[in-house]
T-cell receptor, first 110, second 119 residues
Framework: LAKTTQPISMDSYEGQEVNITCSHN???????ITWYQQFPSQGPRFIIQ???TKVTNEVASLFIPADRKSSTLSLPRVSLSDTAVYYC???????????FGQGTTLQVKP | DTGVSQDPRHKITKRGQNVTFRCDPI?????LYWYRQTLGQGPEFLTY????????KSRLLSDRFSAERPKGSFSTLEIQRTEQGDSAMYLC?????????????????FGEGSRLTVL
């Protein structure tokens, strides 16, 4: 089964750029890598999705190297409201099941 | 509200009882997913449907768990003979997917979850 590894927690200050990396192996070759944000007592919310290289939207960037064994979510100029848990989501190569990482708790300080 | 809705939001039950959760996905979404999440952990995949067909099922889904999506619209997740270890948040998500395509090709829209407490 696909396995993902993320840092358990990260601290940052308002206005800084934050990069969260997820390592993943045995992921589906034709599948996307997706990142979600979750606040307490809420369901996860989509942030960004990519297949290879770099993707950017209005809230984040996603960097995926050619070997697709990792992905890095980049949050520019974080604010206090970005304090949340961030998950990578990948598809398992053999079963196609969607596997969430353990999550990275980001704490943004003033 | 046109998002994913789950019912009930909270359920407290005694060990050994049966419980059923309902999920109403976004109306034009053909894929529906069930996940289970315990405190401090990422969501664990349980099962997913493409229309009314159940395409994948986790081994976490023991014979006490069953999910249905009879008309390709709403879905139910039933847990029979609940155990204390079943206490968790049960999350439902829906998405648009191409038939035969990879499950993770689009945004999953999650509901707020149904929190189960088994006493």
């Amino acid at each position: 089964l696909a396995k993902t590894t993320q840092p358990i927690s990260m601290d940052s200050y308002e206005g800084q750029e934050v990069n969260i990396t997820c390592s993943h192996n045995n992921i589906a070759t034709n599948d996307y890598i997706t990142w979600y944000q979750q606040f307490p007592s809420q369901g996860p919310r989509f942030i960004i999705q990519g297949y290879k290289t770099k993707v950017t939207n209005e809230v984040a960037s996603l960097f995926i190297p050619a070997d697709r064994k990792s992905s890095t979510l980049s949050l520019p100029r974080v604010s206090l409201s970005d304090t949340a848990v961030y998950y990578c989501l990948v598809g398992d190569r053999n079963t196609g099941k969607l596997i969430f990482g353990q999550g990275t708790t980001l704490q943004v300080k003033p | 509200d046109t998002g994913v809705s789950q019912d009930p939001r909270h359920k407290i039950t005694k060990r050994g009882q049966n419980v059923t959760f309902r999920c109403d996905p976004i109306s034009e979404h053909n894929r529906l997913y069930w996940y289970r999440q315990t405190l401090g952990q990422g969501p664990e995949f349980l099962t997913y449907f493409q229309n009314e067909a159940q395409l994948e099922k986790s081994r976490l889904l023991s014979d006490r768990f069953s999910a249905e999506r009879p008309k390709g619209s709403f879905s139910t997740l039933e847990i029979q003979r609940t155990e204390q270890g079943d206490s968790a948040m049960y999350l439902c998500a829906s998405s648009v997917g191409l038939a035969g395509g990879p499950p993770n090709t689009g945004e999953l829209f999650f509901g707020e979850g149904s929190r189960l407490t088994v006493l």
